[in-house]
């Protein structure tokens, strides 16, 4: 099964077709920079840009599910929040926004929630028990917790306090760079957020992705932590390959969405449409389609 994934991020706008069995895209990975003032509606333009690209490259058709990661809280189709974008994502529609202009079935969701999804069922969090807390380290810190398999939607734990201020203007990669903290004195300060977010979640596992993520090697040695602490691996596609799965599992009968935690839905509407296909035509299942 096939499906489409849109990460809206600060500075660029990526998007693919994503193989839901594999996670891995089979289709370019499309890119565009985020307009400037990235307004709802300046996004939405250039998320059909990428769309259009794709049309073009022949991977993306009418009946394909789409997922579109954004850097706000969504609730009901509806942004309610405008952390790190302009402020007049507060209450936009988004989700009708973006079906009106692309008319394709499209989900919206935190983009954070998007990567720890990905991460979870295909990544470094895959096999992974228990509560799994993903932290995207960028311009602000994003977040992504997952129970046993199941996400609590729009965490933005990069807004708990930490001595006095939101955690991510001391301790985000734009902080740092800011604030002109080296490695060793981030990564400690950093450590003071960790314990924080553990004293309230407890996480069996911590991953660390964003920008931060890939200098890892840098600062590893000085984080402290009761859960271990890994790099997120699937690094510039998790977001979209996220959104896709949220995609599928928002066309996931009620049934199989109660029974089901959000990682795995996607799989199981493969699984299927699999047996459905072998059924009704004595082989394997097409998977060029929805």
Not at 26 to 38: D, H
Not at 112 to 120: R, Y
Request: with cysteine.
């Amino acid at each position: 099964m096939h499906a489409l994934g849109i990460d809206v991020g600060g500075t660029g706008i990526k998007g693919g077709v994503v193989e839901l069995e594999t996670g891995r895209l089979v289709s370019e990975r499309i890119r565009e920079r985020t307009p400037l003032p990235a307004t709802p509606e300046a996004v939405v333009e250039v998320v059909a840009r990428v769309c259009e690209r794709l049309v073009e490259g022949g991977w993306l058709t009418p009946e394909l599910p789409a997922g579109v990661g954004v850097p706000v809280v969504v609730k009901e189709g509806i942004s309610l929040t405008a952390a790190n974008v302009d402020p007049s994502w507060i209450g936009a529609p988004i989700e009708t926004l973006l079906r009106e202009r692309l008319q394709l079935p499209v989900v919206a969701l935190n983009d954070a929630d998007a990567a720890g999804l990905a991460e979870v069922a295909y990544g470094a969090g895959k096999g992974h028990p228990g509560v799994t807390l993903l932290l995207t380290i960028g311009t602000g810190i994003g977040s992504a917790l997952i129970v046993d398999g199941r996400l609590v939607p729009n965490t933005e734990l990069g807004h708990l306090q930490l001595h006095g201020r939101e955690a991510e203007t001391l301790v985000s990669g734009a902080a740092r760079v800011r604030r002109h903290r080296g490695w060793k004195r981030w990564a400690r300060e950093f450590n003071a957020y960790l314990a924080l977010v553990e004293a309230y979640f407890w996480p069996d596992l911590l991953i660390l992705g964003g920008g931060v993520s890939k200098e890892m090697a840098r600062y590893e040695r000085y984080l402290r932590a009761r859960a271990p602490i890994v790099p997120a691996s699937m690094l510039n596609t998790s977001g979209i390959v996220g959104a896709a799965m949220a995609a599928v599992a928002a066309a996931t009968p009620v049934r199989a969405v109660a029974q089901t935690p959000p990682a795995e839905a996607a799989r199981e509407v493969v699984a299927e449409t699999a047996a459905e296909t072998t059924g009704a035509a004595g082989s394997g299942p097409d998977l060029g389609g929805a």
